[in-house]
């Protein structure tokens, strides 16, 4: 990740840092990893197949539920008291060099002539006081940016919001992530529209959650919130798709009952272990 977004270059830091993530999945009894991407990623280096467990990030069903979404709480945060009335498209996460968050703001531009549409960006990262800048030089009066914000107000957050955001920067790497806020925003029955290609891209289709976009294309993602901002019955449908696939698919207390099954195979196996050298020994 930090080579794809330019953060350092190939050097000798570089190479000990696969040698270490390397030596750690050759020696661990198992490895857990969050995509089938990352497993086929790590069988390439040679670590067996046999070893590698893939359980998928999940979310909490019963903090972000829908009808945690809903009171007054919206308007006693600082930043959303013009929120009332307006249509909002929410990107809330980190602003970092992964995101391309500047695409956000390009297609901010694009869809002034709604004048009821709001984007909204929460939280922090590396990029963001370049952002931050660089909103105002554009005079984007539609874009409302806020600091990050401590989870008991995620619920509050989501209760304005119309459409959520999900974006990286268009680099192959990307094609083997699934950001948590995907899942999230189906949760919360918030259509997504989303700008990742890849496993994320496959999710979301497989979902029928919200709509797919070029990575980096102000157009097409400006295309995308003109779609929804005028179908409310669309809208209606991906979200409640969209809750029917993580009730089924991504419920973190399942997902951990399956982690669970894992590290109790794994302490079972090590027992059989030490037994049977015992057994050997024995008179």
Known sequence: SIVAVGAVRRNLLLRWLVWLANFAYRHADRVVCVTDSFKEAMI????????????????????????????????????????????????????????????????????????????????????RANLVKQRDIMRLDNVVMLDQQPKTRMPAIWAVTDVSLVVLKNQPLFRTVIPSKIVESMAMMKPVVLGVRGESEALLQESQAGLCVQPGSPVQLARAVRRLHGDADERRAMGLAGRKFVEQHCNRLVLAARYAVVLNDLIAEKARRAESPARDSAP
């Open 44 to 127: 390439a280096e040679g670590i067996p197949a046999a070893k590698i467990e893939v359980i998928k990030s999940g979310v909490d069903l019963e903090f972000f539920s829908p009808e945690r979404s809903v009171g007054p709480e919206a308007g006693r945060i600082p930043g959303l008291e013009n929120t009332q009335g307006k249509f909002v498209v929410s990107y809330v996460g980190t602003h970092g060099m992964a995101h391309g968050l500047d695409t956000v703001l390009s297609a901010a531009e694009l869809v002034r002539d709604l004048p009821d549409v709001l984007f909204l960006l929460v939280g922090d990262g590396a990029e």
